[in-house]
DNA sequence: GCGACAG
DNA sequence: ATCTTGTCGC
């Protein structure tokens, strides 16, 4: 792919903010995407005392989720973890991360939120903007807003409600665990974003885009038997 | 002022 | 995110 920023990254958090709220307008809440064949999942780390910031990208058939191709690179980290502008530290790598695939995915799957945000622009927001990809975010824990009781069953969800605006939906993906909290990044409408991820979970309480994604970037090496490119299993 | 706080 | 063994439960 070739995704370009059109803004600067050393901002400090007064004009990421700012940066954000204008950004934020620009985001399509309603569907605006084709047939889905092939789905990226993206992953971030650290290494080095968190001096390397470490992007994995997975590219999966849809829906069948076999593997299609994979990415890891790595950059030096130039922004610090605070809650609200994590797009600031770890997009820029993720965007290496796509540039690199031989395999163009048609929708992307964040680690994180997108519009579960303070001003509605959360990771999957900035990098499904910048990529002009349809995007979801999917988070393991809550950032802001809150919610009704969810029940235990798979596939119950609720909306998360934020100031009196739904801005999300907390999933049970997987029976009797922690739910993820799914939301819009770019070009996904909020239904559609929870059907998709249920669509990628299995059964599991993470997509396995995700689920991918980390175990390209840490897990033991691939290729051996049968984890390489075209197979299902994890 | 106090607690919460995506990865 | 990351550092890490055993262990409780289905």
Not at 3 to 31: F, K, N, V, Y
Not at 102 to 119: A, E, W, Y
Not at 139 to 148: D, P
């Amino acid at each position: 792919m070739d995704i370009r920023a059109t803004h600067r990254w050393d901002l400090d958090e007064t004009e990421a903010a700012r940066l954000q709220s204008d950004l934020a307008a620009q985001i399509e809440c309603a569907d605006r995407f084709g047939a889905v064949e092939r789905i990226a999942g993206i992953d971030l780390g650290y290494e080095d005392a968190d001096r390397i910031t470490r992007a994995a990208v997975v590219v999966l058939k849809f829906p069948e989720l076999t593997l299609l191709d994979y990415k890891v690179v790595r950059k030096p980290t130039t922004f610090p973890y605070v809650p609200g502008y994590l797009s600031f530290r770890e997009v820029p790598a993720a965007i290496d991360a796509l540039n690199a695939l031989s395999v163009d995915p048609q929708m992307l799957f964040c680690d994180g939120n997108g519009t579960i945000h303070p001003r509605r622009f959360g990771f999957a927001c900035h990098l499904g903007l910048l990529a002009d990809l349809p995007c979801i975010g999917v988070a393991k824990n809550r950032f802001i807003g809150s919610h009704e009781p969810l029940p235990e069953t798979q596939g119950a969800w609720q909306p998360i409600i934020d100031h009196g605006e739904t801005i999300g939906a907390v999933v049970r993906s997987r029976a009797g665990v922690k739910p993820i909290y799914v939301s819009t990044g770019h070009r996904v409408s909020l239904e559609s974003a929870i059907r998709l991820t249920l669509q990628c979970c299995r059964g599991f309480r993470q997509p396995d885009t995700t689920r991918w994604s980390h175990r390209v970037a840490s897990g033991p090496p691939l290729e051996s038997d049968n984890l390489g490119i075209g197979s299902t299993l994890l």
